[in-house]
């Protein structure tokens, strides 16, 4: 297990800020229920993206069920898992994303989900 696999474990396990570069690349696909899909810094991450996705949930989490390394890169296959605030149902979205690790610090993700679940739920 190399260096970006386990900074990307520590990440699903913690989500710690200092896992992120300061100028982060975050991208996630059309659909998600956030109002922009490109992040550039770990200070939009957490007082954008964050904030605004979970804004929709009562509870929410990314359950990463296959990770792939290559290089810098590690491919994580998953599901994001939680309870829809409006109507309090279940959803569960089905993810795939790219991340690049340099030293031990995230500088990018690229997200793709199943966004026809967020849109089922109306978000």
């Not at 810094?41 to 990463?64: D, I, M, N, T």
């Amino acid at each position: 297990m190399g260096l970006p696999l386990e900074t990307l474990k520590q990440w699903f396990s913690s989500a710690d800020a200092n896992l992120l570069a300061e100028n982060v690349v975050w991208i996630v696909s059309q659909g998600y229920p956030v109002s922009q899909h490109q992040y550039f810094s770990r200070k939009e991450v957490f007082e954008k993206f964050f904030p605004e996705l979970s804004s929709h949930f009562s509870k929410w989490g990314a359950e990463p069920e296959t990770f792939i390394e290559a290089g810098d890169q590690v491919t994580v296959k998953g599901r994001y898992v939680g309870r829809v605030k409006q109507s309090d149902k279940p959803i569960e979205v089905d993810f795939i994303h790219i991340w690049t690790v340099h030293d031990g610090v995230i500088t990018e993700l690229v997200a793709v989900a199943d966004t026809a679940q967020f849109s089922r739920h109306d978000l």
